[in-house]
């Protein structure tokens, strides 16, 4: 990192998930901003869309009267604000968008950003239109905003993330380009289609080119729209090398790598670290025994995966071809029992109402359920891969299976009618958890998972798995952490080294499994926001340099 040449004294920060939980970008901002509050106080503010109502309220924003008393914005084409704090540790102002008037002009902003900056809006379809209203109206925001707080020595910034607000970034130039900008990409728009359409990203990289892919895949708009942000911000940034190489070859320029970190805030104390983890075994356990009719031993090996439900992307048909794999090769009464989790969010339509009379019981059952292997409701069960996979594979935690499997379709947020605990009240109750990821410019779900003490394994093709190999010997010992190395065409040897690699975890001794998840959690602490925070003291300097020098 260099040194700076200018601190910003104000920052302005836009996703459409400030406020707004939906995928890694809110664990990304939210976990960043303890650290950014320290640094800017009340000069930071976060940018979020506005749709949430009277009846459906933001869990994760506080309305306040007392902020921003002095300004009095007179915002056009009808856009509405609320001004309040976001909800997480460091509590940032926070002001949410409503940005629905701007529908009605969308057609003129699209005609200005074709004239200037070459964005193909004729393309849209889906959430383009969505992305670029709620783009655009927080760039006005922050432009009357930063016209209220900046005085004559101010360093203002106004920080981009995603294709969907690139639009914003874009008319922040044409119309107030004293403000200085930075554009994050934290997956490209093309490279994830590419993925998506089951298209080998990795051995063929330097033979893509991404107009002519976004055509092919009909992705234009949004490529469109992502490239011009990145060649137009004053300092382009992604989160990993291997996507650093996916935005050269495909939006054809070379970002700034800005590793993500963690906030430990999220994290139970050492000291009620073992109160925290028997919780979970057993709800974890207990739900395991009403599913499947069986009784499983206090050191059952629980391990899991969790993430978003991208099947290929996150490498989700990769964990159950290991699981069966293990289930094939781990028998015997003589083999510690183990329980895969799958933690993956899906079509769900609630708990299962016979489980929840099983454990409202309480009572052990004498048989396993039907689908002992899956904890909610599916709405479409023939439409889910995971569900498909598990089926067609057998997989239905029979008498003599030593590893077993469950698959809970549902957004774990404390509330979610069989464990009714959230996603980080769960994971200390794991063994080990697993993350062969296909495409994953970072990877907090492994990063999350040396946070709670859980020895992880990960692949080369995640950011995080590349920063480990970077900085650690791969080993659980060494550094908490295994990295499985995945090509576009070695699939069968990725699930069995995971495998052994579990197998490793299963068989070692108490002594050891402890040294790895301490391992883990010194590798963790590493990884700290306030360690990585400096990549993007280093991106602000370079985009107000390079602002002053247009």
Known sequence: MSKHICKPTILFETSWEVCNKVGGIYTVLSTKAKVLSKQFGSKLIFIGPDVWSSENPSPFFKEADDLLKGWNPSLPYGIKIRIGRWDIPGEPIAILVKFDSLYAHKDTFYAEMWEKFGVDSLHAYGDYDE???????AAMVMESCATYMAKGNDCVIAHFNEWTTG??????KAHAPYIATVFTTHATSIGRSICGNNKPLYDYLKGYNGDQM?????????????????????????????????CEQLLEIRPLVTPNGFERAFVPARKDFPAARNNAREALLNTAEKLTGRTFPKNT?????????????????????TVNTLRHNHRGADKRQAIAFILVPSWSDGPRPELQERLEAGVKPATALEHPNLT??????????????????????????????????????????????SYYELLPGFDAAVFDSY??????????GIAFGVPTITTNLAGFGQWILSEFDNSFENCGVRVVTRTDSNYADAVNE????????????AAVAKAMSN?????????????FIGYYDEAYSLAIENNRHK
Not at 224 to 234: I, Q, R, T, V
Not at 301 to 321: P, Y
Not at 387 to 408: A, P, Q, R, S
């Open 131 to 137: 992305g670029c209203a709620f783009a655009l109206a």
């Open 167 to 172: 639009m914003g970034l874009l008319y922040l």
């Open 214 to 246: 976004a055509a092919e895949l009909n992705m234009q708009s949004k490529h469109s729209l992502e490239k011009a942000a990145a060649h137009n911000a004053d300092c382009f940034t992604t989160v990993s090398k291997i996507t650093a190489d996916e």
């Open 301 to 321: 090996f629980l391990f899991v995966t969790a993430g978003r439900n991208e099947f290929r992307n996150k490498g989700l048909d990769m964990f159950i071809d």
């Open 376 to 421: 909610h409701v599916l709405h479409d069960p023939a439409g889910d891969a995971i569900f498909n996979k598990l089926e067609w594979l057998g997989m239905h935690n029979e008498e003599d299976d030593t590893v077993c499997t469950i698959y809970v379709p549902c957004y774990l947020n404390g509330n979610d009618g069989i464990f009714n605990k």
């Open 439 to 448: 495409y994953e410019p970072w990877g907090y779900t492994p990063h999350e």
């Open 498 to 509: 995971t495998a052994q690699c579990i197998l490793e975890l299963i068989n070692a001794k």
């Open 519 to 531: 391992a883990a959690v010194a590798t963790s602490k590493k990884s700290e926001w306030k360690q």
